[in-house]
C-alpha cells in the first residue's frame, strides 16, 4: 500500500515508491524555479529491500507514491533459511527472509519477540525487542 505526495514535500528520510520498489531517501537537492520553469528534485534514495541505489529528477509539483509502513510485533516460531514469524495481535504465521544484519540474525531463535514492517506487500524484521 502506498499513498501519493509531492516530491516537493519529501526529506531525507523519508520514504518513497521508485520502479515500484520502496526506498529511503538518503540525498535531496531542490532547484529554485527559473524565469521559465519550475522548481527540481533530484533525489538519490536505496532499495529498503535490496539495498539498491536509485535515482530521479522530476518538478516539485509531481506526485509520487510514498509507501505506507506497518510496524508490527511478532514471535519467532522458527528459523532456517527463513524465519517463521507469528503475527501477535492476529496470530497469523508467515515465512519472513532472514535479516542482512549479521549480529540480528545471531539473535533470532524461536520464542523470541521481535519487530517488524510490512511494507507493500513484503515483509522484513527490524529489530530484536528484549524480554
Known sequence: MSRPAE?????VGHNIVIDGEPCRIVELEKSKPGK????????VAIGI??????T????????VEVPIIEKRTGQVV???DTV?????????IM???LPEDEKLRERLEPGVKVEYWKIM???MIVHVREG
Request: positive net charge.
Open 7 to 11: 516530491l516537493g514535500s519529501l526529506k
Open 36 to 43: 521559465h520553469g519550475a522548481a527540481k528534485v533530484r533525489l
Open 49 to 54: 529491500f535490496d539495498g539498491v541505489k536509485r
Open 56 to 63: 530521479m529528477v522530476g518538478p516539485a509539483d509531481t506526485r
Open 78 to 80: 522458527s528459523v532456517g
Open 84 to 92: 517463521s514469524l507469528m503475527d501477535n495481535e492476529t496470530f497469523e
Open 95 to 97: 515465512e519472513v527472509p
Open 121 to 123: 506487500g513484503r515483509s
